[in-house]
């Protein structure tokens, strides 16, 4: 209609000048209104274009033709195009590093699939929610939201649609559980995505797998050369995949004494990651390069050089994750507080019922023998005694878990605040009520210093420098309000009394 419309204007243009080019002008006026809207079909096909972008790593162009297809969406009512290009945008700016803004679109197209109710769309949304959560080393959550994700996969009646969402869910948790050292649970995941489908990163993620935790270089080979034929041969392999492939290939060839291949494999891989903005793939490459460069016995300003990179990518990243991970925290704490005035309504509602029985139960005793009311009271005195004995056991438990997080400290393990956060599970909410704007990173190193490890060790565990180190410290110092002078090791303990 509006290609018709267009036509008609030039030929009112070739007439008569000032009252048909009005006129004209009016036409078009009245076709944007009428006719040029997007339909739903119209949408569904530009949509379908955003693949050609992630094809070409093109993830900026992408986001804002999905921005617009969520305007046309709304301005035509049409809650599935809203849906999915809001998920798209979330998806992009994953990509993108930005967590943040994948959490807001996210978020959004969640709330449009509430009039759709595709349990395809649902299944991806919980699964791109897991995958920020991830990245934000919120990794309890992320399995949680992929669990939800899994759940949903489960209801799509489309075998095909099914299959693909249960293979993303699976790639996902595989990284997860590696991430939080679960590598039994890693590699069911990896095989069962492979299972489902065999592509680039189904092959890549097993190769990686036999590399790092069996050590059998025969198998990786196999699955390489398996991603190897599918990047050869699949016009659809995304510049991504050539990253995770290059990304396990290095890791062959640095296992196998190979140290100038892995060189070349990293590099390769870095200069992708770089093209795509992927600063998360850049650092993890940085510092295996360093590894390598390391077993290779390269010259030191080599060694220095890639180890300044690391740094800067890293600490940008951290500052950066700091900030946005906030976000997230404050809507788990808020959930988890919903839910415990939910439980607390149903707790009183039955502490009431309970206390009335009691009393009546009490007074009923009371009438019929003055014994019977102290057996009750020397019932009541064995339930204490026994629930400090609980409590005695429950500090030697909490003694015994010390020496474990000292371990997971050394190792700089991801591990290592989940289990302190299960160790003190009051900690965090205390920390947070004295000041709601810790960072993460804050958090994190107050953990540390709580259980006392000394700067130094600190720095030395997590690979930063001393400095950095010293800056948390006084950003810590300042939160609290605390002078310069006062030990902020003993202030600490002293202020968030746990046991």
Same mark, same amino acid.
């Given at each position: 209609? $509006?290609?018709?419309?267009?036509?008609?204007?030039?030929?009112?243009?070739?007439?008569?000048? +000032?009252?048909?080019?009005?006129?004209?002008?009016?036409?078009?006026f009245?076709?944007?209104? @009428?006719? $040029?809207?997007?339909?739903?079909?119209?949408?569904?096909?530009?949509?379908?274009?955003?693949?050609?972008?992630?094809?070409?790593?093109?993830?900026?162009?992408?986001?804002?033709?999905?921005?617009? +297809?969520?305007?046309?969406?709304?301005?035509?009512?049409? #809650?599935?195009?809203?849906?999915?290009?809001?998920?798209?945008?979330?998806?992009?700016?994953?990509?993108?590093?930005?967590? =943040?803004?994948?959490?807001?679109?996210?978020?959004?197209?969640?709330?449009?699939?509430?009039?759709?109710k595709? &349990? /395809?769309?649902?299944?991806?949304?919980?699964? *791109?929610?897991?995958?920020?959560?991830?990245?934000?080393?919120?990794?309890?959550?992320?399995?949680?939201?992929?669990?939800?994700?899994?759940?949903?996969?489960?209801?799509?009646?489309?075998?095909?649609?099914?299959e =693909?969402?249960?293979?993303?869910?699976?790639? $996902?948790?595989?990284?997860?559980?590696?991430?939080?050292?679960?590598?039994?649970?890693?590699?069911?995941?990896? /095989?069962?995505?492979?299972?489902?489908?065999?592509?680039?990163i189904?092959?890549?993620?097993?190769?990686?797998?036999?590399?790092?935790?069996?050590?059998?270089?025969?198998?990786a080979?196999?699955?390489?050369?398996? #991603?190897d034929?599918?990047?050869?041969?699949?016009?659809?392999?995304?510049?991504?995949?050539?990253?995770? @492939?290059?990304?396990?290939?290095?890791?062959?060839?640095?296992?196998?004494?190979?140290?100038?291949?892995?060189?070349?494999?990293?590099?390769?891989?870095?200069?992708?990651?770089?093209? !795509?903005?992927?600063?998360?793939?850049?650092?993890?490459?940085?510092?295996?390069?360093?590894?390598?460069?390391? *077993?290779?016995?390269?010259?030191?300003?080599?060694?220095?050089?890639? !180890?300044?990179?690391?740094?800067?990518?890293?600490?940008?990243?951290?500052?950066?994750?700091?900030?946005?991970?906030? *976000?997230?925290?404050h809507?788990?704490?808020?959930?988890?507080?919903? *839910?415990?005035?939910?439980n607390?309504?149903?707790?009183?509602?039955?502490?009431?019922?309970?206390?009335?029985?009691?009393?009546?139960?009490?007074?009923?005793?009371?009438?019929?023998?003055?014994?019977r009311?102290?057996?009750i009271? !020397?019932?009541?005195?064995?339930?204490i005694? =026994?629930?400090?004995?609980? #409590?005695?056991?429950?500090?030697?438990?909490?003694?015994?878990?010390?020496?474990?997080?000292?371990?997971? #400290? /050394?190792?700089?393990?991801p591990? @290592?605040?989940?289990?302190?956060?299960?160790?003190?599970?009051?900690?965090?909410?205390?920390?947070?009520?004295?000041? &709601?704007?810790?960072?993460?990173? /804050?958090?994190?190193?107050?953990?540390?210093?709580?259980?006392?490890?000394?700067?130094?060790?600190?720095?030395?565990?997590?690979?930063?420098?001393?400095?950095?180190?010293?800056?948390?410290?006084?950003?810590?110092?300042?939160? @609290?309000?605390?002078?310069?002078?006062?030990?902020?090791?003993?202030? !600490?303990?002293?202020?968030?009394?746990?046991?």
């Amino acid at each position: 209609m $509006c290609i018709k419309l267009k036509k008609i204007i030039v030929i009112i243009n070739k007439s008569r000048p +000032l009252i048909h080019r009005l006129l004209s002008v009016f036409i078009l006026f009245l076709s944007k209104i @009428f006719f $040029c809207q997007n339909s739903p079909a119209q949408i569904d096909s530009l949509y379908n274009t955003t693949y050609e972008y992630r094809k070409q790593g093109k993830y900026n162009e992408a986001i804002n033709l999905n921005l617009k +297809l969520i305007e046309y969406s709304k301005s035509q009512k049409y #809650a599935k195009g809203a849906a999915y290009s809001s998920y798209e945008v979330g998806n992009l700016y994953y990509n993108l590093g930005n967590y =943040k803004q994948s959490l807001v679109y996210l978020d959004q197209s969640l709330s449009y699939n509430k009039e759709v109710k595709s &349990p /395809e769309l649902y299944s991806k949304i919980y699964a *791109e929610i897991g995958k920020n959560y991830s990245m934000l080393s919120l990794l309890q959550n992320a399995i949680n939201n992929y669990n939800i994700a899994e759940q949903w996969s489960l209801k799509v009646s489309d075998k095909d649609k099914k299959e =693909k969402t249960l293979f993303y869910i699976y790639s $996902c948790k595989a990284v997860s559980y590696e991430a939080l050292g679960d590598l039994k649970a890693s590699i069911l995941a990896a /095989e069962n995505a492979f299972k489902i489908k065999q592509n680039v990163i189904s092959a890549t993620r097993l190769a990686k797998n036999y590399i790092r935790f069996n050590n059998d270089l025969a198998k990786a080979k196999k699955f390489l050369d398996i #991603a190897d034929s599918f990047i050869q041969s699949d016009s659809s392999v995304t510049p991504y995949d050539r990253i995770a @492939f290059l990304y396990a290939e290095g890791l062959y060839y640095n296992k196998n004494k190979e140290y100038q291949k892995s060189e070349e494999s990293y590099l390769e891989a870095i200069s992708i990651a770089k093209k !795509l903005n992927r600063p998360n793939e850049e650092k993890e490459l940085y510092k295996l390069l360093y590894q390598t460069y390391k *077993e290779g016995n390269k010259d030191e300003k080599s060694l220095l050089d890639i !180890l300044e990179k690391y740094t800067v990518i890293n600490d940008s990243m951290e500052n950066e994750n700091s900030r946005l991970i906030e *976000e997230p925290i404050h809507t788990i704490v808020n959930e988890k507080q919903k *839910e415990y005035r939910q439980n607390y309504k149903w707790l009183l509602y039955i502490g009431i019922v309970i206390l009335s029985v009691v009393s009546l139960v009490t007074y009923s005793l009371f009438k019929r023998s003055e014994n019977r009311k102290k057996k009750i009271i !020397l019932e009541k005195e064995e339930i204490i005694l =026994k629930k400090q004995d609980e #409590a005695q056991e429950l500090k030697q438990k909490i003694n015994e878990s010390f020496s474990e997080l000292v371990q997971l #400290a /050394e190792k700089n393990s991801p591990q @290592f605040w989940i289990r302190f956060q299960e160790v003190y599970p009051e900690y965090l909410s205390k920390m947070l009520t004295v000041n &709601p704007k810790f960072t993460n990173a /804050e958090l994190i190193l107050s953990a540390y210093i709580y259980i006392g490890i000394s700067s130094k060790d600190i720095a030395s565990y997590t690979f930063r420098s001393l400095k950095t180190i010293e800056n948390i410290r006084y950003s810590l110092r300042k939160k @609290f309000g605390i002078s310069s002078d006062e030990n902020l090791n003993v202030w !600490l303990r002293d202020y968030i009394k746990l046991h």
